[in-house]
């Protein structure tokens, strides 16, 4: 069993920047790949940004060069830099992890992230 939590959501304006954390705990194998998705209203989740244990990285096009994805395996904690928000990245994000990348068990309860324009 994974346990994931989510913080840093709120409300920032177009432009701005807010980092969000997902601290895990649990099985280690679990964690090895860890993601980041979001949903909007009347939207399907999507994947905005991967990364399994080792570093390698995967991220969406609607975000590529202004979120980062990073991990600190010491601490079974992912970040998520989110930087030039868009008032489009408005969305309920939640951390996401399993053994395989791609393929996520375990879920957070999600954090909202309202840009405003």
């Known amino acids: 069993q994974v346990q994931l939590v989510e913080s840093g959501g709120g409300l920032v304006q177009a432009g701005g920047s807010l980092r969000l954390s997902c601290a895990a705990s649990?099985?280690?194998?679990?964690?090895?790949?860890m993601a980041w998705h979001r949903q909007a209203p009347g939207k399907q989740r999507e994947l905005v940004a991967a990364?399994?244990?080792?570093?390698?990285?995967n991220y969406a096009d609607s975000v590529k060069g202004r979120f980062t994805i990073s991990r600190d395996n010491a601490k079974n904690t992912v970040y998520l830099q989110m930087n030039s928000l868009k008032p489009e990245d408005t969305a309920v994000y939640y951390c996401?992890?399993?053994?395989?990348?791609?393929?996520?068990?375990?879920w957070g309860q999600g954090t909202q992230v309202t840009v405003s324009s």
């Open positions: 996401a992890s399993g053994l395989i990348p791609l393929k996520y068990h375990y």
């Open positions: 649990g099985s280690i194998f679990d964690i090895n790949a």
């Open positions: 990364i399994t244990r080792g570093g390698s990285t």
